[in-house]
């Protein structure tokens, strides 16, 4: 009772709702159950968005059958760069705040942002190659993907280099603060350089330029992206959380019999 | 929010802030060489040696591209326009399937002694708008847009948008 008082009270200054909520046994009560059905919905979304616009969707009139690769490669690229964003974001609240949470968030994003940067290098050459004649140019756009993909790897190693997991934690997330300056350039390069990378096909202030038998699959083939992004991202923070309790089981039980 | 963790919000935010103004600062320092290509009216401008390798992008001029076979090889010739200057260029070899007239594209090579650019390799350029080939057509023959003079305009306007001349 006075414990739930004393929350209460700091629950009204800043942040204090974060703290409620940054709990990895708070996370895992909320998260675990949720996870088989976001597995299932992502499934499904990705699955229907990329047959539609494989089978269904028409062919392009100036790239013909091969601009279907875009159901592939433009989810995978704006969830690499959010994927990003969301790493960035939970090192500030790492540096800032020192959440457990965040630090958690931080170590699982990096594998699985990597993952869908390399499906969008990846998917990018399949489609430079007919189209461009080039698997690989080294123009803005091309080059600064190539550079998250990087700081996601630098990511991955540094976060688990250190014996002290709190020093690796503090590293990696100024590596990944320093590294969102990418970001902006990755989104702009296009129409701050010439580029062999076509322009901005939609934009918040520009519109689409895509029409819509087109736009829908590439729609929903994102959604089933980004929800398969979260749900391995949170299934991976769950087994995290799982494994450091059963190391601190373990080791208690070994103390015990000691 | 008190103590350390404002400090600390502080010093990344200060950061932050620092690191984002030098790159902001080098990324315009080095603007010229961050770019994939020159289009025509910035080689006018520069005059590059003969045998200095570059890269020339642009529009290939409608009405300019001819190909000769030359001992098994094509050997096509065609002027890139940005629609201020023109460069004529020429190429042996086979050509991207996108390559067109009124296509964007990426040359790769040096300016002979003749004031051609002797491309080594050439880059189709793609546009940015999608949409089946009847959608395409249907544009076009309105008069709302022609591919061979830049982007189409975003998909909200296809059906409301003032037609624009008569088109072909």
Redesign the interface.
Known sequence: MNENVMTAGRMSKTGAWLHYFANPGRFLRFVRPALPWAAAVSIALTVLGIVWGYAFAPADWEQGDAARIMYVHVPAAWVAMSGYAMLAGVSFFSIVWRHPLADLAAEEIGPVGAGFTFVCLVSGALWGKPMWGAYWVWDARLTSVLVLFFLYLGHIALIRAFDNPAHGHRAAAILALVGAINLPIIVFSVQWWNTLHQGNTISISGGARIYVTMLYPLLISTLGFYLSFLTLVCARMCAAIMERRTRTLLVAAAERAA | ?RGP?KR??YL?LAV?LC??AA?GLS?AAF?ST??????PREVMAKHPAPGMSFRL?GIVQVGTVKTVIDAGTPVTSFRVTDGQASIPVVYSGLL???FREGQGI?AIGAMNGGGQFAAD?????????????D???SLKNAGKWN?AYG???????WNTMQVKGSGS
């Open positions: 929010m963790k600390r919000l990344v932050g690191l984002s790159v990324l603007s961050l770019t994939f290509f020159f289009s992008g991207p399937d996108l990426v390799e050439v880059l189709a350029k793609h546009g940015s708008s999608y949409m089946p080939k959608v395409e057509e591919p982007p189409a305009p975003a998909a909200s306007e």
